[in-house]
């Protein structure tokens, strides 16, 4: 995946071995998810099925597909995995995807309080609400608004890692920062790329799922957001807490 993931989790009654057992297991199943959909590493399933050194696919990896093809609909092809460059290219969606994952390990472990920072995309334990604030696009010590998250909040965008997006109808990308808040993180990971690239068309479609809100903000500085997003504006204590950056 590419990317620092950290936890932040409350041990409540569990003892400091039970949590440290919870978090090896949870971290293990992060590599493990690395090793299978790595494109960078030639031996993993991705990349052997990309250059076709492998024909059938394991379950794990059908999981994914059907969960990009779910985020192809509902993003009316805006994300579309299918379209990468060198092939079948999961990556906007699997980030997230091995967070809540790793997430599901630690409630199972019996961690109730907690989440999980996945490179700025971060997923919260169930029954929890915890402020995310923004990066700004173009002011990377600030940020351009803060979040309240209770599943999962992802950014995407071409300030961080430059111009990696792709509009799989062959246009602009239409915005230099785009956030989706909802959950599950797999899904806010794969429409916040849609939402990058398809702008206000995505917005649009995001209006119509009750589970999702996002925002985004054009080469101009000028922000959009659905009518159900609610923003709060930065503060000095936020600023500490966690950022969702890309």
Not at 96 to 125: F, H, M, Q
Not at 147 to 163: F, I, K, N, Q, W
Request: aromatic letters at 6%; hydrophobic letters at 40%; proline letters at 4%.
């Amino acid at each position: 995946m590419g990317t620092v993931v950290s936890f932040l989790v409350e041990p409540g009654h569990l003892s400091s071995e039970d949590v440290g057992r919870a978090l090896d297991e949870a971290v293990a199943e992060l590599h493990r998810i690395d090793d299978r959909f790595s494109t960078w590493k030639p031996e993993s399933e991705l990349s052997r099925l990309r250059a076709r050194e492998i024909d059938r696919s394991s379950k794990l990896m059908d999981e994914v597909y059907e969960l990009c093809a779910h985020a192809v609909d509902i993003s009316r092809g805006y994300f579309d995995p299918w379209k990468m460059p060198g092939g079948f290219d999961p990556t906007g969606l699997v980030k997230g995807w091995a967070a809540d994952r790793a997430l599901a390990i630690l409630a199972g472990r019996g961690i109730t309080s907690g989440l999980i920072n996945a490179g700025g995309d971060v997923c919260v334990l169930a029954g929890e609400s915890h402020d995310v604030g923004i990066r700004h696009p173009s002011t990377p010590d600030a940020l351009c608004a803060v979040v309240t998250v209770s599943s999962s909040v992802a950014t995407s965008g071409v300030y961080e890692r430059g111009d990696h997006l792709i509009n799989p109808y062959g246009g602009d990308v239409a915005a230099v920062s785009a956030t989706v808040v909802g959950g599950p993180l797999a899904l806010c990971d794969a429409l916040a790329t849609a939402l990058a690239v398809g702008g206000k068309e995505v917005l649009y479609l995001l209006e119509q799922v009750t589970e999702f809100e996002g925002f985004f903000i054009d080469a101009r500085g000028d922000m959009f957001a659905t009518s159900g997003m609610v923003l709060s504006a930065p503060s000095a204590a936020v600023e500490r807490a966690v950022t969702s950056t890309r």
